[in-house]
């Protein structure tokens, strides 16, 4: 499959354990932010979504948390399971322009 | 539902020989649609992007070009393609004309220059 990330940082869980992935976006002006899961040889696939507007929104299994202060993300990931184990990455977005800047990516291991 | 293809999923090819990949956007119309390429162990790049049949942005020079002539279909294409083209190539579409839409993306194609 796809080397996506040989050499990305890795967080290991247990399975059953919560999972936090962070990102640090870079601009003040961007107002939508996205998390997106990529596993081996796949395409990116939406997670969660949040606008500045917002500092927490939920879905199912999965939280986004938005800090504005300290331009920060989070992706907090409930009761953690082997299929979960991916690459997950976020993206910013700023008003006017059709470009996203994505995150580097975090790898997430789930330990049986 | 929308649903977006790319083919070919694969595809191995020799420095200097021509290029085509093609994406498709279902259950939608005048999507913006986009390529990426992913090189391994870096993000996303975006190379093109189209609001419209016929309107293509280019953001990075090389020796890649794109096309879209119908509304759902965006194709990635080169005269000569060089090893540095190796890659996962990823296409993406969102609904608006606005960039805080989602960009949703197609399952890649993996294209290795030998």
């Known amino acids: 499959g796809e080397s996506v990330g040989l050499h990305l940082p890795t967080l290991s869980v247990q399975e059953g354990d919560n999972s936090i992935i962070n990102c640090a976006y870079s601009?003040?002006?961007?107002?939508?932010f996205i998390w997106y899961k990529q596993e081996s040889g796949k395409g990116p696939q939406f997670i969660i979504d949040?606008?500045?507007?917002?500092d927490k929104r939920q879905g199912q299994r999965v939280t986004v948390l938005l800090n504005k202060t300290v331009k920060h993300l989070s992706l907090q990931i409930a009761a953690t399971q082997p299929g979960d184990s991916a690459v997950y990455f976020c993206?910013?977005?700023?008003?006017?322009?059709?470009?996203?800047?994505f995150g580097t990516g975090t790898r997430l291991k789930v330990l049986a | 539902s929308q649903t977006i293809h790319q083919w070919p999923a694969t595809l191995v090819q020799p420095v200097g020989s021509p290029l085509s990949l093609e994406c498709t956007v279902e259950?939608?119309?005048?999507?913006?649609l986009y390529w990426y390429r992913q090189a391994a162990g870096r993000g996303l790049q975006l190379l093109f992007y189209s609001v419209g049949i016929g309107q293509i942005s280019s953001e990075v020079p090389q020796n890649l070009s794109a096309s879209r002539p119908q509304d759902r279909q965006f194709i990635l294409s080169s005269k000569k393609l060089l090893l540095s083209d190796s890659g996962f190539y990823l296409c993406?579409?969102?609904?608006?004309?606005?960039?805080?839409?989602?960009?949703?993306f197609g399952p890649g194609t993996r294209l290795t220059v030998l």
């Open positions: 949040i606008r500045s507007n917002m």
């Open positions: 601009n003040s002006a961007s107002d939508y």
């Open positions: 993206a910013e977005s700023r008003p006017g322009t059709y470009k996203y800047i």
């Open positions: 259950g939608t119309s005048n999507p913006n």
């Open positions: 993406a579409w969102s609904q608006d004309s606005l960039s805080t839409d989602t960009q949703y």
